[in-house]
């Protein structure tokens, strides 16, 4: 009869901090693994140690690198894949020979945990469970003794080996944070922090609930002494003075001798495209305005395509609510702050400005200052990579029928098509709209030769890039998704050898 193998979490640090489960089983073992760096020295056996029982057999799992170099020829994932093969047919051997083994885990075994690995190996073999812990994340707030996340906050866990911009972004994107694996990491961790305005609010945990615990404000750290068993704890705002609703301090004065507030200072809404995708299509106009604003307003893919930077505060939202961000970022502009509004392409072709304009209109914002700085849209850059589809006239389309009426879209596919116009399709399919670019298809060749030539942009400009050359019989709605643009000729555009294709500035 095969033994059974427990994943067990003992806490950050604190051996009171072990659950009564988790010591029981520990207890009950025949035999307890434990991990450690090169040296040998398991923080997870110094924690546990006093709950062995005696003449418990002892397996340390001693990494065979942790910061080093190796030389396997799959490089450090390689070699860590042969070290927990071994440590996995090490433990087989002990449950196939009928002892229950328990495997300590720091915090909890399944949250950053190596224990993880030996799961995925023996899990599927043998009788196995897992013992939650206490993680170090629970450790570390409750050495800083603030509240970390209240009402709907955002908890975001973060590893500091994230790249500075990167982890800038999500640290200012977020209520509440933690950031793990520190190290030598620390001073990007500081600098990441700095750039998101959250500096000073952030708390340095060391070796959270242990004897050597030290919480100090990340600012005051001398990062040369910064270990790996650490962390930055950055609490969510506490908002129990607002939810109270504090009242004011009264005024002594008397209306008759009080003064009229000053204006406001006027603000701006400076209304952006960040171009198709690559920061090589980003005009330097549109960096100077972004690195100038206070605000950034946009739906969230485009919000996080600008660099995080002190001083900035990000404000993304989903989709299909142009006009209420719009009207968010004009009150802004109100009260007198600088704010960007982002769109994708240029801001202008069917991007944000003209919700930005509806909402100043129909909302009452007639009075602020509204700037709009143009950007590379994706049927310029869909037409440079094909060649020159665009010389001569051409339309642009949006297929989508969330603000138009479908009928008003085919009417005006028909007219572009009987001026023998190129045709640029913005926005041809997404995940709720698959039928529009088959019928657009249907609507266009009762009007136009099948050979016609097609040209299907693929999120071009970016890793994924592909871009196909067809005609418009042979174009095939189902390899259209959102990420495409796609371009139909006129009559007497033209495929050269090589491929690309162009349209003559003459019509004979």
């Known amino acids: 009869m095969t033994g059974w193998l427990r994943g067990v979490g003992v806490g950050p640090g604190d051996p009171e901090l072990v659950t009564v489960k988790a010591a029981r089983l520990i207890g009950q073992a025949d035999v307890v693994a434990f991990h450690s760096g090169p040296r040998g020295d398991s923080i997870a056996r110094r924690i546990a140690a006093s709950y062995f029982r005696d003449g418990v057999v002892e397996e340390l ?15 450090y994932h390689g070699l860590m894949a042969d070290f927990y093969d071994e440590s996995a047919d090490r433990l087989a051997a002990h449950l196939d020979s009928g002892r229950n083994v328990v495997v300590l885990a720091e915090g909890d075994p399944l949250f950053y945990g190596t224990y993880m690995y030996l799961h995925d190996r023996l899990a599927d073999r043998y009788d196995t469970a897992v013992v939650p812990g206490v993680t170090s994340v629970s450790g570390s707030a409750a050495a800083v003794a603030t509240g970390l996340c209240r009402h709907e906050d955002v908890l975001t866990i973060l590893p500091g080996t994230l790249p500075v911009p990167e982890l800038a972004r999500r640290l200012a994107d977020t209520e509440a944070a933690v950031v793990m694996k520190l190290g030598r990491t620390f001073e990007n961790v500081r600098e990441a922090l700095r750039q998101a305005g959250r500096l000073d609010e952030a708390r340095y945990v060391e070796r959270a609930s242990s004897d050597a615990e030290r919480v100090l404000p990340v ?8 270990p790996y068993m650490s962390m930055v704890v950055v609490p969510g705002k506490d908002l129990r003075a607002d939810a109270a609703g504090r009242a004011q301090p009264a005024t002594t004065e008397s209306p008759a001798t009080q003064q009229d507030p000053s204006p406001m200072p006027s603000g701006e809404v400076v209304v952006v495209g960040l171009g198709p995708g690559p920061d090589r299509w980003l005009t330097p106009e549109v960096s100077a305005a972004l690195a100038e604003v206070s605000h950034v307003v946009g739906y969230a893919p485009y919000v996080a395509r600008v660099p995080q930077r002190e001083g900035l505060t990000r404000r993304a939202s989903g ?16 009260t007198g702050e600088r704010v960007a509004v982002v769109s994708g392409g240029d801001a202008g072709v069917f991007g944000m400005a003209s919700a930005v304009f509806e909402a100043a209109e129909t909302h009452g914002y007639a009075d602020v200052p509204v700037r709009v700085l143009p950007g590379l849209t994706a049927a310029q850059a869909v037409a440079a990579r094909a060649g020159a589809p665009l010389g001569g006239d051409f339309a642009v389309i949006s297929l989508s029928d969330r603000l138009k009426p479908w009928a008003v879209i085919e009417r005006r596919l028909r007219a572009a098509a009987a001026a023998d116009l190129v045709v640029a399709l913005y926005n041809p399919a997404s995940r709720s709209r698959t039928e529009q670019i088959a019928r657009a298809k249907e609507v266009l060749l009762e009007e136009r030769d099948p050979g016609t030539v ?4 693929r999120d071009v400009g970016r890793a994924e890039e592909s871009l196909t050359v067809t005609t418009l019989v042979d ?15 006129a009559s007497g555009t033209r495929v050269t050898d090589a491929g690309q294709v162009w349209t003559p500035r003459f019509v004979p």
């Open 475 to 489: 174009l095939d709605p189902a390899t259209i998704d959102m990420l495409c643009l796609v371009m139909v000729c």
């Open 319 to 334: 989709n299909t609510v142009e006009v209420d961000r719009a009207r968010d970022a004009l009150e802004l502009a109100r």
């Open 61 to 75: 799992l001693a990494y065979p690198v942790t910061t080093g170099t190796t030389d396997h020829p799959l490089g």
């Open 454 to 457: 097609v040209v299907v942009g």
């Open 219 to 226: 600012a005051e750290v001398d990062a040369s002494t910064v």
